[in-house]
Structures are given as structure tokens and as C-alpha cells.
């Protein structure tokens, strides 16, 4: 037996892959299933600003993607927004202030249609929150699933279709967000009946820190998975250590 560390790499079936946009970019992903299992559920994962410094490894959701499938039977689908670059390459095309992104988030809800993946949830961070309020309001998406949520480039209106189509929505607000705290948050996703907003002590907009990635990957499983077992975090199969170095 093991416990799951920053850089703990579970057992998976991994595959780069290329989505290819409505207007005709190409986009660099990867796609994490459980190794011997079907999955139970899906995420589709739009990742923080580029142009600060976000991209598909950005650490929530490379961690989600070595660990989730082992450890809850959820298929991790990640990439690159238009001219964001990372160690996976370079994706096509240019940033678009939150616009031309939405083509890539139905390109990636285009392929978990074509994988027939199942129940499949959106999760953004940060920037990539604004992508899914604007451009993610469309089936077969099951929820959306919001980390540190700026409100910086989705409006008011994006707000109401959401509140209009019943699909759950889950915000994880840190204590110490730089731009958005959870009573402000409350305020403002009010407009959203069904949204339920959650407060973290101690939090901060990245989510530095073993506790925290725990705490959102804990919430994101329990709301994708409603009455399933917990996360254990005591590992007992093969598993290998991911080092930057």
C-alpha cells in the first residue's frame, strides 16, 4: 500500500489525441480511461488564461488525469484552447478573449459523443469557467462543475441560460480568491437557482497544496458520481512517480 503524492501516476489508458475545430484548427489533448473498466462518468477539461500561464497540464487537471480513472472509473479528457502551448505541443489557431474557445469546447463534446463516453461533465478553471458558462449550455452535457470563477468574460445572460436549462452547476469559490470570494460569488451566481456555490477555507485562485487538490477532486468525484464511495487515497496497485526535473 501507497499514498497517493503530488506526483503519484495511476494506472491508465492513455491517448494523445487531436480535436479538430468547426472552423478547422487542430487542437492537442490527451484522453485518460480506467485501465480495466468502462468509465462511469466523463470530464471534459478547459483549462485557466493562457495567457498567463494556463494550459492542459495545469496541475488540477494533470493530477485528475493520472488519478481519477484508477481511483473513481472517470474518463479525464484535457486539452488545448486555441494557441495555448504546453509539454503535450501547440494547438492551432490564436487566443480569443473566451469566443473562438467555444469552438474548441464542442470539439471536445464532439468527441466524447463519437467515444461514446459516458454522462460527461464540464470543469473549468478559472478562464476556463467562462468558457463553459458562454458555450457549454448544450446536450449531451450533464453539469458544469466551476473552480476560482472570475465571471471576468461571461456575462450576465450566460448566467440565466444556465439557470433556464436546469443543469446543475457547482462552484469551488477559495477564501482567498484574487478575484472572485464566495460571498460575492453567492451573490452573483444567484441568478442561477439551482448552482450551488461552495466556500473553501484557506483556499487561493491556484489551489497550491496537496489538501487542496484533494478537496476539489473529492468534490468533483462526489457530484459525478452522487452516492458512490469515497476517494481512498491509499493506493494498492503498481503506480509511478512524475518528476519536472
Known amino acids: 500500500m501507497a499514498e497517493i503524492i503530488a506526483g503519484s501516476v495511476l494506472p491508465a489508458r492513455r491517448e494523445a489525441l487531436t480535436l479538430t475545430t468547426s472552423d478547422g484548427l487542430r487542437l492537442v489533448g490527451e ?60 494547438s492551432e489557431g490564436a487566443f480569443d478573449s473566451g469566443e473562438g474557445e467555444g469552438r474548441d469546447l464542442v470539439a471536445a463534446v464532439l468527441e466524447t459523443i463519437h467515444r461514446g463516453l459516458p454522462d460527461p461533465w464540464l470543469v473549468g478553471w478559472s478562464f476556463g469557467t467562462d468558457v463553459v458558462l458562454k458555450h457549454g449550455n448544450t446536450d449531451p452535457v450533464l453539469g458544469a462543475f466551476l473552480i476560482s470563477p472570475p465571471l471576468r468574460f461571461s456575462v450576465d445572460d450566460d448566467l440565466d441560460q444556465w439557470a433556464m436549462s436546469g443543469r446543475p452547476v457547482t462552484c469551488l469559490v477559495p477564501e482567498l480568491d484574487d478575484y472572485l470570494r464566495p460571498d460575492e460569488a453567492r451573490e452573483r451566481f444567484a441568478r442561477i437557482p439551482q448552482a450551488e456555490v461552495i466556500g473553501v477555507e484557506g483556499a487561493k485562485h491556484l489551489w497550491v497544496g496537496e489538501k487542496y487538490v484533494r478537496i476539489v477532486h473529492d468534490t468533483l468525484v462526489e457530484r459525478l458520481v452522487p452516492g458512490g464511495p469515497p476517494i481512498d487515497y491509499d493506493w494498492h496497485g503498481p503506480m509511478e512517480r512524475w518528476s519536472d526535473l
Open 31 to 90: 484522453l485518460a480511461l480506467p485501465e480495466d473498466r468502462d468509465p462511469v462518468a466523463t470530464i471534459v477539461c478547459l483549462h485557466p488564461l493562457p495567457t498567463h500561464g494556463g494550459f492542459m497540464d495545469s496541475h488540477l487537471y494533470r493530477k485528475a488525469a493520472w488519478r481519477l480513472p484508477a481511483l473513481a472509473g472517470v474518463a479525464v479528457l484535457r486539452f488545448n484552447t486555441r494557441g495555448t502551448t504546453s509539454p503535450a505541443g501547440t
